[in-house]
């Protein structure tokens, strides 16, 4: 991939630019391979499109209420312009312009920085990939709604694939892309996105896995990897049980609802009550009731270690921090008893997921696959199948 930007010096976020990409996935493999390498066998990696790949941008927004621009911050907190960045679609590129034109017309402030002042902090666009777009407005206060919405007629008229608007309030001074409090503008607050074989309902304030290509990929990977241990179990236990699920910190549901199905009894566990009701919605329109697949808000470590029974299978995604301790431990002490059969990790950040691996002795790997979900940078996703030892 060829970069202005990063040619002329203006944004050097994607480290790896320049790099061919079956070097970098090469590069990816080996450094994942030697923080994890009592993993045994590793697939071909996943890869997919090094550009235009990005299903979500959120550009910080400064200059002015004439000229305002939608980038990054340089390291003054002075803006750099990256409305025509490579990385995502062209269905998110062409919607910068348009929300520029927006931006000077409802007369939003660009918040200054170093000067602490202005309204509109950032502009967050997400895309399902075949037009539909998903628009949030991050503001410092409430001082700007009326005129946000005086003029979204003229903004869905520039930009008819819209289907969602809203405005997060971030009051605080402070490196964040969000706030708490979100306000709908429109009456859909969710945006279908296609990842594999299921429509999640992604919401503003929700996790979306940000390469819907390579996504896809993983989680028809976790799929395929159930589908043989429910082979397996249909063969070990002849009385026709269920095989039983768990997915911790399911988010929408996107694992959960892959892996759910005849013969299947999953759980899908997430503290956010708006994503749990988003992966309940998505998991009446693929025609699977509460037997089959059902979600619950909770923290995932409290509610495991509040439960009588263990499922066969624990698929775990967790944030970048990883399990934490007691998660390891509920893990590993069940692995020793023989309660659970099977562990599923995906892992956004390998160094954790080496140091939990390290807290879950009882756990053995059985086979990894790497999936490039962040082309031009050093980032990984990795997945990792694990049986009691």
């Known amino acids: 991939m060829q970069c202005d930007y990063f040619d002329a010096g203006a944004c050097r976020s994607c480290?790896?630019?320049?790099?061919?990409?079956?070097?970098?996935?090469?590069?990816?493999?080996?450094?994942?391979?030697?923080?994890?390498?009592?993993?045994?066998?590793?697939?071909?990696?996943?890869?997919?499109?090094?550009e235009g790949f990005r299903n979500?941008?959120?550009?910080?927004?400064?200059?002015?209420?004439?000229?305002?621009?939608?980038?990054?911050?340089?390291?003054?907190?002075?803006?750099?312009?990256?409305?025509?960045?490579?990385?995502?679609?062209?269905?998110?590129?062409?919607?910068?312009?348009?929300?520029?034109?927006?931006?000077?017309?409802?007369?939003?402030v660009p918040y200054d920085v170093p000067a602490r002042r202005g309204e509109l902090k950032h502009v967050h666009v997400t895309t399902d990939g075949g037009g539909e777009l998903l628009v949030r407005f991050v503001l410092r206060s409430t001082e700007s709604l009326p005129r946000i919405r005086k003029h979204l007629p003229w903004l869905l008229e520039q930009l008819p694939g819209v289907r969602v608007v809203s405005a997060n309030l971030l009051?605080?001074?402070?490196?964040?892309?969000?706030?708490?409090v979100?306000?709908?503008?429109?009456?859909?607050?969710?945006?279908?996105?296609?990842?594999?074989s299921v429509a999640l309902l992604t919401r503003p304030q929700g996790f979306l896995q940000t390469n819907t290509d390579v996504a896809g990929q993983l989680y028809r990977q976790v799929?395929?990897?159930v589908d043989e241990l429910a082979e397996e179990h249909a063969a070990q236990d002849d009385d026709g049980t269920p095989l039983t699920a768990w997915d911790l910190y399911?988010?929408?549901?996107?694992?959960?609802?892959?892996?759910?199905?005849?013969?299947?009894a999953v759980v899908g566990v997430e503290t956010s009550e708006q994503a749990v009701d988003a992966a309940r919605d998505a998991a009446a329109e693929l025609g699977l009731d509460e037997a089959q697949v059902r979600f619950t808000s909770a923290d995932a470590t409290t509610w495991a270690e509040q439960q009588e029974t263990a499922p066969d299978v624990v698929v775990?995604?967790?944030?970048?921090?990883?399990?934490?301790?007691?998660?390891?431990a509920?893990?590993?002490?069940?692995?020793?008893?023989?309660?659970?059969?099977?562990?599923?990790?995906?892992?956004?950040?390998?160094?954790?997921?080496?140091?939990?691996?390290?807290?879950?002795?009882?756990?053995?790997?059985?086979?990894?696959?790497?999936?490039?979900?962040?082309?031009?940078?050093e980032h990984a996703e990795v997945l990792l199948q694990l049986r009691p030892r």
């Open 15 to 50: 480290t790896l630019m320049g790099v061919p990409e079956h070097e970098q996935v090469a590069g990816a493999q080996q450094r994942v391979a030697a923080l994890l390498p009592t993993v045994p066998h590793w697939l071909p990696p996943a890869t997919g499109p090094a």
């Open 250 to 264: 399911c988010g929408a549901g996107g694992f959960a609802l892959h892996v759910a199905g005849p013969g299947r």
């Open 171 to 180: 009051p605080a001074h402070a490196a964040l892309l969000e706030g708490d």
């Open 316 to 328: 775990v995604n967790p944030p970048r921090r990883g399990l934490g301790e007691r998660l390891d």
């Open 56 to 108: 979500r941008a959120k550009m910080v927004v400064s200059g002015t209420v004439e000229a305002p621009l939608l980038g990054i911050l340089d390291g003054a907190g002075r803006g750099v312009d990256l409305v025509a960045c490579g990385l995502y679609p062209p269905s998110v590129t062409a919607a910068m312009e348009p929300l520029r034109a927006f931006a000077t017309r409802a007369g939003l």
């Open 223 to 225: 799929a395929t990897w």
């Open 330 to 377: 509920w893990l590993d002490g069940a692995a020793a008893a023989g309660r659970v059969r099977h562990l599923v990790y995906s892992s956004c950040n390998p160094v954790s997921l080496a140091r939990d691996l390290e807290a879950l002795p009882e756990w053995v790997p059985v086979r990894g696959r790497l999936f490039a979900m962040f082309p031009q940078t």
């Open 182 to 196: 979100e306000v709908p503008l429109t009456e859909q607050t969710r945006l279908p996105v296609r990842q594999g």
